[in-house]
C-alpha cells in the first residue's frame, strides 16, 4: 500500500468517524436504541484507527518538513537537526505503515464479545474427565489474571472428580477476541491416579469457545420457545433437590435444548439459559464464517471441526505443545495454574501475519 493510498484511506476513515459522531448524537438515532448501539460500536472499533491516522499523518508532516529544511536552507545546525529527525521518522515509519495496516483489516466484529466456554472430557474416561476438571481450573485461574467474571451454567462431575461436561459464560473485556484460539481438541499424557503400574495414558478434553449473542444479535421470538421447570441435582442440600429452579428451554425451530441449574433462582437460571439460547442460534450463521476462515488461517479451529488436535499437556517431559504454531514449553505446572498467556500471544501474532498476507494478495 503506497503512502498515498494510506492517507487517502485514512482521511476516508476519519470523515466516516466523524460522520458516526454526528449520528449518534442526533436524538431521533438515540430514540432507536439497536441502531444506536450498533453506530457505538462502530464508533469505538473505529477510534484506535483514528488516532494513528493523526500520528501517522503529523509524523509525514513532520518528514516533509524536515525534507523541506534540508533542500533549503543554508544553515548548517538546522541542516543537521532535519537530517536527526529525517533518520529518526524513517525508523519509526515502516512499523507505524505495519500497524496500521494491521488495523485497517476489519477485526472479526465477535472479537469484543462475552464467550460462552464448553469444556467436554472425551476418551480417556475418569481420567478424561479429570482433565477437564484441570483445563477449567487453568481457564478459571486465567480468567482471574485477567479480571474477568467467570458463572458456571451447567455441569456434570466426573465420577473420579474433574467434569464430563462443563459449560460457563466468561465476561470482560474482549474475551472472545482472547479466548477463541482454545477452541479445538486438547490432549493429555500422563500416569492416571488409577493407574498401578505406573504406565502414561493419553487421554483428551474438547474445548468449544462461542462469543455471546447479546439482545440486538439475533431477534428471538419467544413463542418460538417451550420453558420446562425441574428439580435441580448435585450438591446443595435440600433446597436445591426440592425447588424446580433448574430451567430447561427448547428452541422449537431448530430443536436446540439449553438448561440452567447453577443459581437457586428460577429466574436467574431462565436468564442464564436465555443467553445460552441466544448465543447457540446466533452460532449457527457464526459457524458459517468461522468454517470459511478457519479453512485459510491454522491459528483457527473451525466449530465444524472440534476433532483438531491443537495442543498437547506431557506431564512426565512437564512440556506443553501447541500444534498450530509449533510452540513448546517446559513449565507445564505453571502454565496449567493458568500462564498461558504467552502462547496466546503468539497465536495471535501468527493470525495477524495470516491476515496481512490474505490483505495483499
Not at 483489516?105 to 472425551?122: F, T, V, Y
Request: hydrophobic content about 35%; charged content about 30%.
Amino acid at each position: 500500500m503506497s503512502e498515498n493510498s494510506l492517507l487517502s484511506k485514512l482521511s476516508g476513515l476519519r470523515e466516516k468517524y466523524e460522520s458516526i459522531s454526528a449520528q449518534i448524537s442526533d436524538p431521533a438515532v438515540m430514540a432507536d436504541m439497536k441502531k444506536y448501539v450498533s453506530l457505538n460500536k462502530e464508533y469505538k472499533e473505529l477510534e484506535p484507527i483514528v488516532e494513528a491516522g493523526d500520528r501517522y499523518s503529523k509524523l509525514m508532516n513532520d518528514y516533509e518538513s524536515a525534507k523541506e529544511i534540508l533542500s533549503t536552507e543554508k544553515d548548517e545546525e538546522l541542516r543537521e537537526m532535519a537530517k536527526e529527525e529525517i533518520a529518526s521518522i524513517d525508523e519509526i515509519l515502516p512499523r507505524m505503515e505495519e500497524e496500521i495496516k494491521l488495523l485497517l483489516i476489519p477485526a472479526d466484529p465477535q472479537d469484543s464479545k462475552n464467550a460462552i466456554l464448553e469444556i467436554r472430557a472425551g476418551a480417556g474416561g475418569d481420567e478424561a474427565s479429570i482433565f477437564a476438571g484441570d483445563l477449567f481450573r487453568m481457564y478459571s485461574k486465567y480468567a482471574e489474571t485477567k479480571g474477568w467474571k467467570l458463572e458456571i451454567t451447567s455441569k456434570s462431575e466426573g465420577s473420579s472428580g474433574g467434569f464430563k461436561e462443563l459449560i460457563c459464560t466468561i465476561s470482560g473485556n474482549g474475551v472472545y477476541g482472547v479466548l477463541k484460539y482454545e477452541s479445538g481438541v486438547h490432549r493429555v499424557q500422563r500416569v492416571p491416579q488409577t493407574e498401578t503400574q505406573g504406565r502414561v495414558h493419553t487421554s483428551a478434553a474438547s474445548v468449544a469457545v462461542l462469543p455471546e449473542a447479546d439482545e440486538f444479535d439475533i431477534e428471538l421470538n419467544i413463542n418460538d420457545v417451550r420453558k420446562d421447570t425441574f428439580c435441580s441435582s448435585g450438591p446443595g442440600g435440600q433446597s436445591v433437590n426440592t425447588t424446580y429452579s433448574a430451567i430447561r428451554l427448547t428452541h422449537i425451530p431448530t430443536g436446540i435444548v439449553v438448561q440452567c441449574q447453577d443459581e437457586k433462582s428460577q429466574l436467574k437460571n431462565y436468564d442464564k439459559a436465555l443467553i445460552e439460547l441466544r448465543t447457540r442460534l446466533y452460532n449457527l450463521e457464526y459457524e458459517k464464517y468461522l468454517n470459511e476462515i478457519s479453512a485459510k488461517r491454522k491459528t483457527m479451529v473451525s466449530t465444524g471441526d472440534r476433532s483438531a488436535k491443537i495442543r498437547t499437556y506431557n506431564y512426565p517431559q512437564s512440556r506443553v505443545t501447541d500444534h498450530r504454531i509449533n510452540y513448546t514449553m517446559y513449565n507445564l505446572p505453571v502454565f496449567m495454574d493458568g500462564a498461558i498467556q504467552e502462547v496466546i500471544d503468539l497465536l495471535q501474532i501468527a493470525e495477524n501475519a495470516e491476515r496481512l498476507k490474505a490483505s495483499g494478495e
